[in-house]
């Protein structure tokens, strides 16, 4: 599963997209604080980039923009909370929000890890390092990972997914070095952001069947939540 949980399946994804645009603008809102101009502002231009790979509509990306940059007159109010626990079996989890009413989410959270477990601040961090996660498509057949991932300065890659989308794992200040380098090794980068790699991911092979749904379950009621932008899970690939 990796270390970014997502929704599995055709269905899903469609629905997914909606909220992925939803997301997307409250990335670029909060990089836009920094600066309107992507070029001398690596925070936004990173997120425009996923954004314009992903056909979002150029309207609201540029409105996205301007309001998170304050030039349409109305201050952007979202505020970054990181909620850790467990999926069900001990499973650990790192949950990114945006939101415009913390108190709302707060109890938003409590309700949603009932069917887990909610813990305190770096109760679950500490099992997860803060790295630059990086995903990207080959340019053209055969192009090496591995030697990609060495050349463009990356500290580690998974293997590419069903969809041939590799992730290229770096050092947090290296996110935006490493994401200009990897086109000249024969990679397109689809999106670049900061997220948590869990250190000691539980392998699935220790769950039952059924103990994996209810996991899923969870990460799905918990990503469906409107406040959640990133949901990163201990559970091994």
């Not at 980039?49 to 150029?58: D, F, I, L, N, W």
Request: overall charge negative; hydrophobic content about 45%; aromatic content about 6%.
């Amino acid at each position: 599963m990796g270390a970014q949980w997502k929704a599995k399946g055709k269905a899903q994804a469609a629905d997914a997209r909606g909220k992925l645009f939803g997301r997307l603008a409250k990335d670029i809102m909060i990089a836009a604080r920094n600066g309107a101009d992507p070029a001398a502002n690596s925070r936004l231009r990173l997120v425009v980039e996923q954004a314009r790979k992903v056909s979002m509509p150029k309207e609201t990306l540029e409105r996205a923009i301007k309001k998170g940059a304050g030039l349409l007159g109305d201050a952007v109010s979202f505020e970054l909370v990181i909620y850790e626990g467990f999926a069900p079996h001990q499973v650990p989890v790192m949950i990114e929000v945006l939101t415009d009413n913390v108190n709302r989410t707060a109890s938003e959270m409590r309700v949603l890890f009932r069917k887990g477990q909610q813990g305190t601040s770096g109760s679950v961090s500490w099992d997860f390092d803060h790295v630059g996660l990086i995903e990207a498509e080959p340019t053209q057949p055969g192009a090496d990972p591995e030697l990609a991932a060495i050349e463009a300065g990356a500290q580690d890659f998974e293997p590419a997914d069903e969809d041939g989308v590799t992730v290229f794992i770096t050092e947090a200040t290296d996110l935006d070095l490493v994401s200009r380098a990897l086109p000249a090794h024969g990679f397109t980068v689809v999106s670049a952001k900061l997220g948590y790699k869990p250190k000691n991911p539980v392998n699935p092979a220790n769950l039952s069947a059924e103990q994996l749904e209810e996991v899923e379950a969870f990460l799905g009621a918990i990503d469906n939540n409107d406040d959640v932008q990133n949901v990163f899970v201990g559970l091994a690939a």
